[in-house]
């Protein structure tokens, strides 16, 4: 069983920065994709952030956040990041860590067997 540990939300004005953190166990970062997904206020579906594969050679982004988050990892902390710069007020929303088998739609919330709980990011104008 994985666990996944977020942490790094908090609230910050629209231009600014922030780093997320994901603490993996059972060295998920070395052995599955992982990535973010963030839920919207008053949106029920997960939406696709950023998504690395474990040998950390691919990303995949959404569009929405292509050119201003940037993810990584680090295998020896286990751990996920994501750089998020130039923030905007519609990246409000509480941001997930996930992990699981690797596929062609890497963006798509459903194959992903292990969530953390979340963290918040709130971006005022």
């Known amino acids: 069983q994985v666990k996944l540990v977020e942490s790094g939300g908090g609230s910050v004005q629209a231009g600014g920065s922030l780093r997320l953190s994901c603490v993996a166990s059972e060295n998920a970062v070395s052995r599955e994709c992982m990535g973010w997904f963030r839920q919207l206020p008053g949106k029920e579906e997960r939406e696709g952030v950023a998504?690395?594969?474990?040998?950390?050679?691919?990303?995949a982004y959404g569009d929405a956040v292509k050119g201003r988050f940037t993810i990584s990892q680090d295998h020896a902390e286990s751990t996920l990041y994501l750089q998020m710069n130039t923030l905007k007020p519609e990246d409000t929303a509480m941001y997930y860590c996930?992990?699981?088998?690797?596929?062609?739609?890497?963006?798509?919330?459903?194959?992903?067997?292990?969530w953390g709980q979340g963290t918040q990011v709130t971006v005022s104008s």
């Open positions: 996930a992990a699981g088998r690797c596929t062609p739609s890497p963006l798509q919330p459903d194959t992903y067997a292990y």
């Open positions: 998504i690395m594969t474990p040998d950390g050679v691919r990303a």
